[in-house]
């Protein structure tokens, strides 16, 4: 019998979100001056609603789950090329702080926050009520990486290896559960505690194997030149195929204020839509606002990732019931989810743009 796995909501979100942004951060942990409006002609700069009136414009805030990476291209698009400011709204975009971003959210701290289903799941089992508004990406692009001299090939070739991660027990269940698929044992893999040492030195000093989105660092690998074996989650399970990252805000807003959610959604949903349509450009939004990025990096993940955002969706954002009932019973399955949880309130379509 597998052992339960118990861990507080916040510790656990906190490890997930460490976990997960961490893959899509990059290599680099490349930070840039998250709040910054003064870069790429933000519209709303103007103080005026974009339609010449003179209703001012409703100050929000967005927070990022990590430094900032081009998962989150579509909200500096939004930002930059007016598009929150077209709905009323003066978005600016933080970084998340020690509390992460789901608490921050679900305090009332900031209005929006950069979440992931899994995070979302364990936070509503815990009684803390966020709520996934859309979804950045429709398919799950982690997996987990190696250097090609190492010969990982399979999940059972994790047997003897070293994982370099964050102590999280999801990432445990995740790989156990590719194992047993496989016919692999987890018991001989070597679980490391790398904290946010970068995936390129880890793999070279510390560890065999890493989870990472290959939106980012695989593209890195790439542009370095360096060969990687990729295993990805969704090859070896249709549940692990979950929204990662997703949009989110407080029950409270939603009730509260439906409008304000609806518009922020739909400058989103524009900002992502360009990225989509216009990556070179959409790109070079991202360089602008945030400097300290690897323009080469960000120009090559954006064009790989453009058409991941929506890929197979009827529109860019939208959920399925059936993905957020898979993962949470995944999760149930895997000890690493107590409690209840009810997938038609953890999400909406319902501020999607038509």
């Known amino acids: ?29 490349d930070g840039g001056n998250g709040g910054n409006t003064e870069n790429g002609g933000n519209a709303a700069n103007a103080g005026g609603a974009a339609d010449g009136s003179d209703k001012p414009l409703q100050k929000v ?31 600016e975009i933080i970084q998340p702080g020690e509390a992460g971003a789901d608490q921050m959210v679900a305090s009332g701290e900031v209005e929006f926050g950069v979440s992931y289903q899994e995070a979302v799941t364990l936070a509503r089992t815990n009684g803390v009520p966020i709520v996934s508004i859309a979804a950045v ?28 991660g964050w102590g999280s027990p999801v990432e445990e269940a995740v790989i156990d559960s590719i194992m047993q698929e496989d016919g692999g044992d987890v018991s001989k893999v070597v679980f490391v505690n790398v904290g946010d040492t970068d995936f390129f030195t880890a793999v070279k000093r510390d560890v065999d194997f890493f989870w990472i989105f290959y939106g980012w660092t695989g593209i890195e690998a790439e542009l370095r030149g360096e060969e990687l074996n990729m295993i990805y989650l969704t090859d ?20 509260e204020k439906p409008d304000l959610v609806k518009a922020f959604v739909a400058g989103a949903a524009a900002g992502y839509k360009f990225a989509i349509e216009s990556p070179e450009e959409a790109a070079d939004i991202l360089i602008a606002a945030e400097p300290d990025l690897n323009a080469e990096l960000v120009k090559a993940s954006q064009k790989w990732l453009s058409a991941k955002y929506q890929d197979d969706a009827p529109r860019w954002g939208e959920q399925k019931l059936e993905v957020w009932k898979n993962y949470a019973e995944w999760m149930a399955e895997h000890g690493v989810m107590e409690g209840e949880f009810d997938p038609e309130a953890a999400f909406t379509n319902e501020f999607l743009p038509e």
């Open 61 to 91: 805030r967005v927070v990022l789950d990590w430094s900032p990476n081009t998962n989150h291209t579509g909200l500096y698009v939004a930002r930059d090329k007016g598009f929150f400011a077209e709905q009323g709204l003066d978005v």
């Open 236 to 255: 070896y399970s249709e549940k692990l195929d979950y929204y990662t990252p997703v949009l989110a805000t407080s029950e409270k807003l939603i009730e």
């Open 1 to 29: 019998m597998r052992r339960k796995r118990r861990k507080s909501w916040g510790l656990l979100a906190l490890a997930l979100l460490l976990v997960l942004a961490g893959c899509g951060g990059g290599s680099g942990n």
């Open 137 to 164: 990406i429709q398919h799950n692009t982690s997996g987990f990486a190696s250097p090609a001299e190492k010969n990982i090939k399979t999940p059972k070739d994790f047997e003897g290896k070293k994982y370099g």
